[in-house]
């Protein structure tokens, strides 16, 4: 663990910069005169232009090395968040977000390169640091942005770009390059789809993966994941700017930035605490449909709550359930594919990340524009339930193939 030190402070420093955005994007969007429907496209705009390079930076970086193509994405963050600060007009803000989105990659990359460096049974508590990383952040990250707020909606913008900076020089100065993994495995198969020359809209190859029984299954599970998580995080302030006051005033970036903040707190006390022993005594799989469990009841009692005790209360539950739900589930998307093939892997499941994350943005604009409270939380709650269908479906299968106790 003690090696993996370097990528988790990589993490950390990339969360910070994220969540310092967050609370505010879609209030900062407002800012320009955008609609909900407008703002929250923000989101899917971002994520379009990932769909494109998440395949594509997962693929170089079999070749290359985890550590180049980091450094790519990280620039690419870095100058997204500058020309975000100094935008004058929608169009620039939107061009912010495109610059950002087509240089994504760094959590993909930062998943492989743990992968790269730790063994099967050791990677949901590996990637718990990842879990405890996001936690800090959103620990730490939207209570700033809280405080920041009061100098004006780019100050914490800028600071996320200090960050990003930061992120840079971390990945330069301290992160071991090590080599590419499929020159320290010569001896995978030639024929593995992830050995094929770099190609953007190669869905021919990834389509392989999608048609291995058990990695499809997990796909489709992260999808629904990644709509629910999605549908939250690029409406929860539109909604609670709607929703919720707080002294006689509605929420803003720093009530929302403050909620963001105990959520991140609760995923810090889970996956410091929690994962690892979970995993032990119950395998991922049991963890992913509790996960899914908690996150439906969460989201479906959010759109019936309308005061600050019971959002604190739906806020834990949709907490939980996510905090589990990520390092589970790249656990056994990476278990279920050769080491010589995990950048890929992990590219695919950024594509498909990113298709949820083009989609449910924009319906939640459109709800949320159209004054449909209720109808978009319970859309994330739905997501969430076609996951733990899903998961449940995946965990009875698991069973009959194994005579003896479940594993995982």
């Not at 990945?171 to 190609?199: D, E």
């Not at 109808?375 to 299968?397: D, F, H, I, K, N």
């Amino acid at each position: 663990m003690k090696s993996l030190l370097p990528i988790f402070l990589i993490v950390l420093v990339d969360v910070f910069g994220f969540t310092l955005v967050i609370p505010l994007l879609s209030i900062y969007a407002e800012h320009f005169r955008a609609t909900p429907f407008e703002a929250t496209l923000l989101v899917s705009s971002y994520a379009a232009c990932q769909l494109v390079s998440g395949p594509l930076l997962g693929r170089i970086s079999d070749s290359v090395g985890r550590r180049p193509m980091l450094l790519v994405s990280q620039i690419g963050t870095f100058i997204g968040f500058l020309v975000m600060a100094r935008a004058q007009t929608l169009w620039v803000l939107y061009l912010a977000r495109v610059i950002d989105g087509a240089t994504a990659g760094n959590l993909s990359l930062a998943q492989a390169y743990i992968s790269d460096n730790t063994a099967p049974e050791n990677r949901a508590r590996s990637f718990s640091m990842i879990g405890i990383a996001f936690g800090v952040g959103f620990f730490v990250g939207p209570a700033v942005t809280g405080y920041l707020s009061n100098y004006g909606l780019t100050a914490p913008i800028y600071c996320a770009a200090g960050l990003s900076l930061a992120s840079i020089l971390c990945t330069l100065f301290i992160l071991p390059g090590g080599k590419p993994p499929r020159l320290a495995h010569p001896q995978a198969n030639p024929s593995a789809p992830a050995r094929g020359r770099v190609a953007i809209f190669q869905w021919g190859t990834y389509l392989e993966f999608l048609k291995r029984p058990v990695l499809g299954a997990l796909f489709g599970q992260f999808v629904c994941f990644i709509f629910a998580f999605s549908t939250f995080m690029s409406g929860i302030a539109l909604f609670a700017e709607r929703r919720f006051a707080w002294h006689g005033h509605p929420f803003g970036p720093r009530e929302i930035g403050y909620l963001f903040a105990y959520t991140g707190g609760l995923g810090i006390i889970l996956q410091a605490a929690g994962v690892g022993r979970l995993v032990k005594r119950f395998g991922e799989r049991r963890l992913v449909v509790a996960g899914f469990a908690s996150l439906f009841v969460g989201q479906f009692l959010l759109a019936v709550v309308h005061d600050i005790g019971p959002l604190l209360v739906v806020a834990t539950l949709a907490s939980l359930g996510t905090g589990v739900l990520r390092p589970a589930l790249t656990s056994l998307i990476t278990q279920s594919a050769g080491r010589h093939e995990q950048g890929v892997v992990l590219g695919v499941n950024q594509s498909l990340q990113s298709v949820a994350q083009i989609v449910a943005p924009a319906l939640s604009g459109l709800l949320i524009t159209g004054g449909l409270l209720p109808a978009w939380a319970w859309m994330s709650a739905t997501a969430a339930l076609a996951g733990l269908v899903l998961a449940r479906s995946a965990l009875a299968r698991a069973r009959t193939a194994s005579p003896g106790p479940l594993a995982s």
